[in-house]
């Protein structure tokens, strides 16, 4: 059964820094990974799709990893803004139903 | 409208109530999924409907009844709720390609309800 698994559960770092969020995944079965964001209260914006067969996915300031053998995904954030503090989700299709499996999410603070 | 639309954004209702949830899909995709978001929990997938048919019921209650009248409308249908059921409702579309290829799916903005 996919698991998937979003550490940490919370980060808080000051405006302009990079830095690096984590998606593992238990079975290397996946169709496709993909990485949204959520606001408060808010339904879910796809940041970025990741096919099985891509190693990495670009959007702006925002680049996704994805090492299906170890069974990894970063979202890396570049000069970091205010702007990009919210729920990061990672959500994988598997290759039998294709339903997606999703992580708990890492809530995200850019403090100004 | 554009994008995938979701009303009411707010609902509280009693138990008892009989009440209905709605989306609609404004970019011609051909798969429609109701998922539930509990604070602190993972997405939980509900229903998917493909081609106007219901191809996945992850064993959800009877007191949701899903509704797709058609490939740009999804309905959740909502009886008899528990307080547990108070969550986030999202509506999600995707094209299904040939072969049953799911690709990326598109959110609404959901429904936050609240059973008293």
């Known amino acids: 059964k996919q698991e998937v698994t979003q550490i940490p559960a919370a980060l808080s770092v000051p405006e302009g820094e990079n830095l690096v969020l984590n998606c593992s995944f238990t079975?290397?079965?996946?169709?496709?990974l993909q990485w949204f964001r959520q606001d408060p209260g808010k339904g879910l914006t796809s940041l970025l799709l990741?096919?099985?067969s891509q190693r990495e996915q670009t959007s702006g300031r925002l680049n996704a990893s994805l090492d299906k053998s170890s069974g990894r995904s970063t979202l890396y954030i570049a000069a970091s803004q205010p702007g990009d503090s919210a729920t990061y989700l990672c959500a994988v299709m598997g290759v039998s139903n294709y339903q997606l499996i999703w992580g708990a999410g890492t809530k995200l603070i850019i403090k100004p | 409208e554009t994008g995938v639309t979701q009303t009411p954004r707010h609902l509280v209702m009693g138990m008892t109530n009989k009440k209905s949830l709605k989306c609609e899909q404004h970019?011609?995709?051909?798969?429609m999924y109701w998922y539930k978001q509990s604070a602190k929990k993972p997405l939980e997938l509900m229903f998917v409907?493909?081609?106007?048919?219901?191809?996945e019921n992850n064993s959800v209650p009877s007191r949701f009844s899903p509704e797709c009248p058609n490939s740009s409308h999804l309905f959740l249908h909502l009886h008899t709720l528990q307080p547990e059921d108070s969550a986030l409702y999202l509506c999600a579309s995707s094209q299904v390609a040939a072969g049953a290829a799911y690709n990326e799916q598109f959110f609404g903005p959901g429904t936050r309800l609240t059973v008293l």
């Open positions: 970019l011609g995709h051909n798969a």
């Open positions: 079975d290397s079965a996946i169709y496709n």
């Open positions: 990741i096919q099985s």
């Open positions: 409907y493909s081609l106007e048919e219901r191809v």
